[in-house]
């Protein structure tokens, strides 16, 4: 079905809906985002490589699974998202946008954590769909907390998906092998140990926001008129004017932001906690809580992929971060 024949479907009279798409990198409460996004009654979202419907409180949480040891549905559920990777260079909004046009009357779609910035410069111009306004935003976290929640998750996922599991073991390799094994070497600790391992995982990954930022330049050296720059997780989770704010970027006034939908948005405490281990909130705090290795790990990541002063621009303090060199 072209364009052209769904936008045919639209009821007459009726003006087109405004499109969104909010990338991030994950472990960034993109799924907290997406459900409340969507519970607005005028938006429909989808969250995660899959494009699931983001209509679920807690679709992530396979703890129920694990105790009944339904492995089945396990891997069920990591071989959809890992098809859902594998998508990304080659998905368009469209692909996914449209098909809800015909099933909703929503007036803003869009989707969360589908997309991430570093997939978007190769879509060109279906960024620019004449016939929809599409806004872009980029959804970002401090990454010490990142790369915390991170190494949770990995604790987890690397004893059921074997794939991650070789995956991020080759991104550590490649991110510095002799680095990380000087720091295992220094704090006589084994690289291969399941939260040593997932730590460097996450830190490794960091790379990817590296990708990240780049890929925003390349969209602006474009004149992409419809990104409409960052919002930081801290923000839009904890401050209900910023996430009015974030509705109005992402809809140029398609809809409204009743004050009764906001109340009822956060007084939702929902997160997907990847990281079960009582320890600081506060990135400065949590940082110093941290063991030494996994301070330089950081560091050394950290600088490596040059993000300390593109994070340091978005308002992040990073001070209490050793420079990476000293740990190269």
């Known amino acids: 079905m072209t364009p052209k024949d769904t936008a045919s479907t639209q009821a007459p009279g009726r003006p087109a809906p405004a499109w969104f798409i909010v990338t991030s990198h994950g472990w960034s409460a993109s799924h907290w985002l997406a459900h409340n996004l969507n519970r607005h009654p005028q938006i429909a979202c989808l969250h995660s490589s899959a494009a699931l419907p983001a209509d679920q409180t ?22 959809q998202f890992r098809a859902g990777y594998g998508a990304r260079g080659t998905t368009r909004p469209a692909d996914l946008y449209r098909p809800l046009e015909a099933q ?39 990454p010490v907390n990142l790369v915390n929640s991170g190494a949770g998750q990995f604790e987890l996922t690397f004893r059921l998906d074997l794939n991650e599991l070789q ?56 004149g992409l008129t419809s990104y409409a720059g960052s919002i930081r997780q801290e923000d839009v989770t904890r401050d209900p004017a910023v996430f ?58 950290l600088d490596a992929f040059g993000l300390r002063p593109l994070y340091q621009a978005e308002g992040y303090a990073l001070d209490m971060v050793p420079p990476g060199k000293d740990f190269a």
């Open 167 to 222: 995956w991020i073991t080759r991104r550590i390799v490649e991110t510095g092998l002799d680095s990380f094994e000087r720091i295992a070497a220094r704090h006589r600790i084994y690289p291969g140990d399941p939260e040593v391992l997932a730590f460097f995982g996450a830190c490794a990954t960091l790379k990817g926001l590296a990708a990240d930022f780049a890929a925003r330049d390349r969209l602006l050296d474009r």
């Open 58 to 79: 807690e679709p992530y949480d396979v703890s129920d699974l694990l105790a009944r040891q339904d492995f089945a549905r396990i891997f069920a559920m990591i071989a």
């Open 104 to 142: 909703s009357d929503a007036r803003l779609i869009g989707s969360v954590h589908t997309f991430r910035l570093r997939d978007l410069p190769e879509i060109g111009p279906d960024l620019a769909p004449p016939d929809r306004r599409l806004r872009i935003v980029n959804l970002i976290r401090h």
């Open 244 to 301: 009015r704010d974030l509705l109005v970027r992402l809809g140029e006034g398609a809809i409204d932001c009743p004050e009764a939908y906001l109340d009822q948005v956060f007084a939702d405490p929902g997160r997907n906690v990847h990281n079960a281990r009582p320890r600081p909130t506060d990135p400065a705090a949590l940082f110093a809580d941290w063991a030494p290795w996994q301070q330089e790990a950081f560091a050394f990541c």
